[in-house]
C-alpha cells in the first residue's frame, strides 16, 4: 500500500501535469482528485485529534482560531451544503457567499510560503480591485525643467493598467457530510489547501509560461512593443545560450537586464534564476558547488548575488533569469469573486458535492528586458582554481569541477 504522502505528490503532479497540457476538463478532474486526498487526509486527523487531543495536529493541519465572520461564513457555507432543496444553487445566492478578505489574505500568504516563486516576484493582493496602474518603464517620473512636449514624449507609455478581471482561477472543493461534522475551524483549513494548491499552482504556471490569452504573461514570453502577438498570444523569447556561469556570462546577462525599456541603465542588486528541478540537479546544481579547502560543499555559488527558484512550468533545458521586481502579479476577488459556488460536474461518492470557488487576477512582465531565457542544455561544471598554500614562496593550486 502506498503511503499518503506518496499519493498526494502524485495527485500534486497529475494536477501540474494537467495544468501544462490546458485541457479544462483534464484540469478539472485533477484538481478534484486532489481535493478528495486532502479530504480523506483531514478527516483522518480530525478523528486522531478528536481521541489524542494533540495540538501538534491542528499546527500541521493549519487549523487556526476563526474571526467571528469568518466562523458565520462556515456555518452558512455548512447549512447552504446539507440543504436539501429542489435547486441546491439556491442556497448560495448572495453575496455572503463570498470569502471573507481575511481567508484571502491567508490564502495568499500561505501561497508564498509554500510556493517560492511566488514570494519572489511582486505579487499583491489587489482585494476587490479589477484595474491596477503600473510604471512600465520604471524611469523617474518627476523630470527636471520646463514644461514641453520633451517631457510629455517622456512620460508617454510610462504609465501603464493591467486589467485584473479577465482572467480567473477556479478551484474545485468536494465537501462531504462529514467534513462538516469536523466544524468551521477544520473546514477552514480543508478550504484553504485546496485553494492554496490550485492557486498556487495555476499562478505559477501562468507567471511562467503563460501566454497572454484569458491568463497571464509569462516570463517566457516577448513582451516588447513590437513582438508579434497572434490572437491574443505572445510569443515565445529567442534564447541565449550558454554554456558556463563563469563572470563574463553571468555579466553578459546582467548587462542585458540593466538596460531598461527606454535604454536607461536600472541597479541589478540580485538575479532570479529559475529553472524546474531536474534541470536543476542535472545542470545548475553541478555548475554552482563546488568543495572547499576545508572539506565542506557549498551550492548555489553564481558569480553575482543571485536567488535561484526551482519551478517544474521552465521547460527542460531552459533557465530563466531576471528582475522578480519586474513581474507584476495582481490576484483578488475582484468583483463578485471569491463566492462559492454548486457544481454538478463531479460526484465520487452519494455524500459528496462538488463546488468551485473563483479568484480574479492578471500579471506580466513590465518590460521585455527585465528577463532573460538561457538555453542550459550545453551547461557544463566550472572548473575552479582552489589556492592550497605556497611551497618555496610559489603558490600552489589544485583545479576541481564546480
Known amino acids: 500500500m502506498k503511503s499518503k504522502d506518496v499519493v498526494s505528490q502524485e495527485l500534486k503532479t497529475k494536477f501540474e501535469d494537467a495544468l501544462k497540457s490546458e485541457d479544462p476538463s483534464a484540469i478539472t478532474q485533477a484538481l478534484t482528485e486532489f481535493a478528495v486526498g486532502i479530504q480523506e487526509d483531514m478527516l483522518n486527523d480530525f478523528k486522531s485529534f478528536q481521541q489524542t487531543q494533540d495540538t501538534s495536529i491542528l499546527a500541521q493541519r493549519g487549523v487556526r482560531q476563526l474571526t467571528e465572520k469568518e466562523t458565520k461564513f462556515y456555518q452558512r457555507l455548512a447549512k447552504a451544503v446539507r440543504a436539501e432543496t429542489a435547486d441546491v444553487r439556491q442556497a448560495f ?83 462531504s457530510k462529514d467534513m462538516l461534522d469536523a466544524g468551521p475551524a477544520w473546514m477552514d483549513a480543508y478550504v484553504r489547501a485546496v485553494l492554496v494548491e490550485a492557486n498556487g499552482a495555476g499562478l505559477c504556471q501562468g507567471i511562467v509560461a503563460g501566454t497572454g490569452k484569458d491568463q497571464p504573461i509569462g516570463m517566457l514570453k516577448n513582451v516588447a512593443d513590437d513582438a508579434p502577438v497572434v490572437d491574443g498570444v505572445y510569443p515565445d523569447k529567442e534564447a541565449v545560450v550558454i554554456t558556463d556561469l563563469l563572470p563574463k556570462t553571468i555579466g553578459g546577462i546582467a548587462k542585458t537586464i540593466a538596460t531598461g525599456p527606454n535604454g536607461r541603465s536600472r541597479a541589478v542588486q540580485q538575479l532570479l534564476v529559475v529553472v524546474n528541478s531536474k534541470e536543476y540537479f542535472d545542470k545548475i546544481m553541478p555548475a554552482t558547488t563546488f568543495l572547499t579547502p576545508n572539506g565542506t560543499y ?105
Open 298 to 402: 557549498v551550492n548555489n555559488v553564481l558569480p553575482y548575488p543571485s536567488k535561484i527558484v526551482q519551478d517544474e512550468n521552465v521547460p527542460d533545458g531552459k533557465a530563466i533569469f531576471g528582475l522578480a521586481a519586474r513581474y507584476f502579479m495582481g490576484v483578488g476577488k475582484g468583483g463578485s469573486g471569491g463566492r462559492i459556488e454548486y457544481s454538478d460536474e463531479f460526484r465520487f461518492l452519494d455524500d459528496e458535492r462538488t463546488y468551485l470557488t473563483k479568484l480574479y487576477g492578471n500579471g506580466r512582465p513590465l518590460d521585455n528586458n527585465a528577463f532573460v531565457v538561457a538555453d542550459i542544455s550545453g551547461l557544463t561544471p566550472t572548473n575552479l582554481k582552489v589556492n592550497v598554500g605556497t611551497v618555496d614562496g610559489v603558490v600552489k593550486t589544485k583545479e576541481q569541477a564546480s
Open 93 to 175: 445566492e448572495g453575496e455572503e457567499n463570498a470569502f471573507p478578505q481575511t481567508v484571502i489574505d491567508s490564502v495568499l500568504s500561505d501561497i508564498k510560503t509554500q510556493f517560492p516563486l511566488l514570494e519572489a516576484i511582486n505579487m499583491q493582493n489587489t482585494a476587490t480591485l479589477t484595474k491596477f496602474i503600473v510604471n512600465k518603464k520604471g524611469i523617474q517620473l518627476a523630470v527636471w525643467g520646463p514644461l514641453g512636449s520633451a517631457i510629455t514624449k517622456e512620460l508617454d507609455g510610462a504609465i501603464g493598467k493591467i486589467d485584473l478581471g479577465t482572467n480567473k482561477l477556479t478551484a474545485y472543493m468536494v465537501i
